[in-house]
């Protein structure tokens, strides 16, 4: 579409920001129809010149209406409309009553919720596609990588670990895996030479991941019922005997959302150092923190405990990597190194050096920084939709991908979860994340992956079943 054709024009005395009027039209132009798929829009650097702002203002507002599904990025290739104008009433149209469609019909489209899934990948940007012609231009490289990641990504890790945890490690503490799944397994194994089952000790509710990976792996795991805010030091005191190694998620509790804090975790530490037990810090989705500063790392605290931190890129980036990392000092971390040496299962190459040019070129922090916008901006959305609810308590908020929605009564949130399957939404309940204490009635609802439409629409779709809901043994419902 030529420039000329696009219907903007700017006021340069409003208060609103320039960015913010022209994502404002270009969303109205959508909404209307006038600019439809799959139209191309004119490169950000064309636009701008043409409006005379600075490129800076339409690259905002494409990465705006991008994040709210309107538009899309296909890198090199320009940005394209993404939303017909006869597509909006789906997004308002409210949930059918009638029986369900006959199974001749193909599936409604899904909107996943589940929690995990990051929004866009940097995977069209030009610095991963540079990043990723540098490591294929590399000459030579005819040998197995390095078990332990090669010099340069763990250097790289170490560098990124300052920015962006404010945690100052040596390159040579740094593993590098193929992600937290990856890391558990190799602790697991790792304590085996020590013991034939060690025992891990892991928060309930938890990640089932974790559990079923430290199982599989060998390890016996136990689980301590934990509130939103993580274990307590206190609770540990009267385990006889201590457990080999213990699981947190002190930054972020997974699910619940809350953080332990500093006196509990320097309570934890004492009990772990006299006791020589090894600490696993899970930090999963620190990197995206909303309202509040991040507490440090529990690894960074001084200690003579040995903590053991997990870092993943499956959120900063994407899971479909399969990269993490591992930062592990002092006997474990010997320990540790020794057996991923041992059983030489180095991540891929090619992809660690990749991931080294992208971090050195400085295209995660801008990737990161870029996906913390769309999700401070779902996470609004998101509250936006729900406050006004007084029959709903929503958590988990302060930082990562996801939100805890306490669901009551007569709504039972595994059956909501069925009832919004067969109308297009995929949410999780909070029961898999119990290993024994009884569930608490409520969602995890990730709001990484949904564009803004995806996600208001599934929110209708929810607040609609939950508004339908009747009692057991009441009527029929949608
Ligand atoms: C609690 C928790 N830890 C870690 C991870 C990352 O796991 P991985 O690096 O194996 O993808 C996730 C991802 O969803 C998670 O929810």
Redesign the pocket.
Known sequence: MAVAELPLTLDRNSPTPLAAQVAAQLRRAILEGTVRPPHHLPSSRRLAADLGVSRGVVVRAYEQLTGEGYLESHGAAGTRVAVRADMRADVRAPVRTAPPRPRAEPPRPVIDLTP?RPSDTPFQDRSWRTAWREALAEPGHVDLPPALGTPRLRAAIAGHLVTARGLAVDAEDILVTA???DALQLIATALRTRSPAPRVLVEDPG?PTARRVLAAAGARVQTLPVGPDGLRAAQLTSLDPAPDAVLI?PSHQ?PLGGRMPVQERLALLEWAAEHRVLLLE?D?DSEFRHRRMPLPATASLPSQAEVALLG?F??TLS?WLRC?YLVVRGASGHLVKETRTSLDTPVCGVLQSALAHYIDDGGLARHTARARRGYAHRRALLLDRLTDRPDLEIDALEEGLHAVVRLPAPVDAEDLAARALAHGVRVVPLAPYYAHQPPENGLVIGYGAPTDLQLTRALDILLQLIDTTVPPGGQDRT
């Open positions: 995990g992600g937290t799944s990640y998620t997974y899970d999963y993943s499956s959120k899971p993490g």
